[in-house]
């Protein structure tokens, strides 16, 4: 008797924690596609674009600046004491060391901006799908581009967007 009331318990228990890990719902989203609907994101790119502009018109006025350098080196080099041209070539040869990683910095530079920018968006559409996910009662939600096999039932992104007030875009003629 003893024992089946520890083989009982037992599988109540396992009965018990199967049903909780069957109630648990998942589901996934494309966050990538939904950020790319929200008018802020073209508002991002926009200003992103400009700033990249702005980094290499700066970047390419250092290096004009740079070439009249050497021409007005090379000009003038001839009247110059040893001293003077050993002054004026260590400085430019530092001009030429800091031009050269001016493209690294461009990108560490937008890749700050993007994330300075893109944090309200992503911060909105983070609430959003939590907002969705509780609401509905969804445990998990799983990136969509992290999931091999995934039910078109799990896919929340349409709950996300009407959430938002997001239209989908308009597919091209011919695909579905």
Known sequence: MKNFIILLFISAGIFGFSNAANAQKFGYISADEIIQLMPEAATVQKDL???????????????????????KFYKDSATMSPSLKEVKRTDLQKQVQDLSGEDQKIQNQLDQKRQELSAPIQ???QDAIEAVAKENGYTYIFPREALIVMPPAGDIGALVKKKLGLKDAPSAPGLK
């Open 49 to 71: 674009n400009q700033y990249q502009q702005s980094l290499y018109q700066m970047a390419q006025e250092k290096q004009a600046a740079l070439n009249e350098a050497v021409q």
């Open 123 to 125: 911060k909105k559409l």
